[in-house]
């Protein structure tokens, strides 16, 4: 079955940094866009970035500059390098396989998420 599984969440100070990770199992990773969706307290999700099978990147506007998605097709692992880190930025982190390698596709797996907190 199709798992995802996060990890890198925790507590730093702002302008610091985190890499998060999510492993994939149950399919084959190199052939589907993967994206980092979050949900900050109280708030609705978000799109945060993705990566299609062919590496094109994309970025919500708000973490342009200081976020990097990547990933390890070997490894079947994404990645988020996350810079320069906000209070903002606080939520829970969640990686999300796409329905198929289109950006408008939605997706249909996602990870149980791992919690981001920035605060000094």
């Known amino acids: 079955q199709v798992q995802l599984v996060e990890s890198g969440g925790g507590l730093v100070q702002p302008g610091g940094s985190l890499r998060l990770s999510c492993a994939a199992s149950g399919f084959t990773f190199s052939n589907y866009l993967i994206s980092w969706v979050r949900q900050a307290p109280g708030k609705g999700l978000e799109w945060v970035s993705g990566?299609?099978?062919?590496?094109?990147?994309r970025y919500v506007d708000s973490v342009k500059g200081r976020f990097t998605i990547s990933r390890d097709n070997a490894k079947n692992t994404l990645y988020l390098q996350m810079n320069s880190l906000k209070p903002e930025d606080t939520a829970v982190y969640y990686c999300?396989?796409?329905?198929?390698?289109?950006?408008?596709?939605?997706?249909?797996?996602w990870g149980k998420g791992t919690l981001v907190t920035v605060s000094s």
């Open positions: 999300a396989k796409g329905i198929v390698n289109t950006w408008a596709s939605g997706m249909d797996y």
């Open positions: 990566i299609s099978v062919g590496t094109n990147t």
